[in-house]
């Protein structure tokens, strides 16, 4: 009989809500264009909105903005099984990355614009 007041203060310790806000860094990434992506720092994460216009090669698809555009790696799994046109606008959340051929993002995920 014991039992039963300790599993009762457990659920009830459970059952709270938590009231707590992070405020530091996040990796949502700062909202940027593709025009800022060239004075963004190798490594950091950052999010932008506009359209995939095509494939390239492999994982790369040229993305761009109304502000320029950039080749971007996005694998397989991030795709998600989702199609995507040219006219599609999607949102980005990718690391920025240099390679032989420049800048690119590496995306980590994408989320169609509604």
């Known amino acids: 009989m014991r039992r039963a007041p300790a599993a009762a203060v457990a659920l009830a310790l459970l059952a709270a809500p938590a009231f707590a806000q ?5 990796t949502r990434g700062q909202e940027i264009t593709v025009a800022q992506v ?15 216009l095509s494939h390239q090669r492999e994982n790369y698809y040229l993305f761009a903005d109304a502000t320029g555009q950039i ?6 799994r991030v795709w ?5 046109t040219a006219s599609t606008p999607v949102r980005l959340l990718a690391e920025v990355s240099r390679g032989f051929r420049g800048r690119y993002l590496w995306v980590e995920s ?3 614009v509604e």
């Open 71 to 76: 080749r971007a790696e996005i694998a397989h």
């Open 80 to 84: 998600g099984g989702r199609e995507v």
């Open 38 to 52: 060239a004075d963004a720092r190798i490594g950091s994460y950052v999010t932008v909105t506009g359209n995939i």
């Open 110 to 112: 994408l989320d169609v």
């Open 22 to 26: 992070f405020t530091g860094p996040s």
